[in-house]
């Protein structure tokens, strides 16, 4: 497999206050990672950060896709190299229908326009399979949708926009259980041998059909353990009080 994400001994601030604390992490094509911790352990932050946000202040350390130094790229670059982040909360945007804000999106990453009646055709297909009804291709980017609504819709801009590197941030939030299954099986569809996924969550059942390759314990800043599927259990019935001991006894 050949790397496609790596992250060294990286340190990240918001407003000052230091979130990552020196985190390192190797991503390959066709892997799934999973990033689990308790809240504020720096998650969002990790992703923001790979993404490019600048609330989030990379203080020390690096970050390479597909071995080029982006630590201190731009979002819209990196967004061209092939990284997407499907947010936790997504925002509403007035003004411009679903429609023509993934056109839009898909004709600057791809550097070229994007044929009117080929792309809606995939789109629509897209939004099938995502069970989304056709009509919210013409309404306003998550304009009045309910947190399911918008959640989907991030996936369908993945979908459309196929990148190499796509970051779910508890995606599989505010989700009932027949939503959190037709999300994942795309997701799952989406995902193969020339592009990887992180994931956030604090659930398992998104994790069913996307059987991670890796999951990474993150506690204050840090990757504390690193292991397969099996993680997720032993955090469902233990959760993280024993990971955080571990971190305690070793600082």
């Known amino acids: 497999m050949s790397e496609l994400l790596r992250v060294e001994n990286l340190k990240v601030a918001v407003e000052g206050k230091e979130i990552l604390k020196g985190l390192d992490l190797v991503i390959n094509k066709g892997e799934t990672h999973v990033i689990m911790g308790s809240n504020g352990a720096g998650k969002s932050t990790l992703f923001h950060a790979v993404m490019g946000n600048p609330a989030y202040k990379v203080t020390s350390g690096k970050i390479y896709f597909e071995g080029t130094d982006i630590t201190d790229m731009p979002v819209n670059e990196r ?72 959640k989907k819709s991030e996936i369908l801009q993945m979908c459309m926009l196929e990148p190499k590197l796509t970051m779910l941030d508890e995606i599989d939030s505010g989700l009932d259980v027949d939503a959190v299954r037709i999300v994942s099986e795309t997701v799952s569809k989406y995902h193969n041998a020339d592009n990887a996924v992180m994931v956030i969550t604090h659930h398992s059942e998104i994790l069913q059909r996307l059987h991670p390759d890796f999951v990474h314990i993150l506690i204050d800043g840090k990757i504390v353990k690193t292991g397969d599927a099996s993680l997720i259990a032993a955090i469902e019935a233990n959760g993280y009080d024993g990971f955080r001991a571990q971190v305690n006894r070793g600082a």
């Open 79 to 150: 967004a061209k190299l092939g990284i997407f982040m499907a947010f936790q909360n997504p925002i509403a945007v007035q003004g411009i229908s679903i429609e023509n804000f993934i056109r839009n999106a898909k004709s600057t990453v791809a550097g070229e326009a994007q044929r009117i009646m080929p792309f809606r055709k995939k789109l629509r297909a897209q939004m099938d399979q995502l069970a989304m009804d056709r009509d919210y291709a013409d309404r306003y980017v998550n304009d009045g949708f309910s947190g399911g609504e918008r």
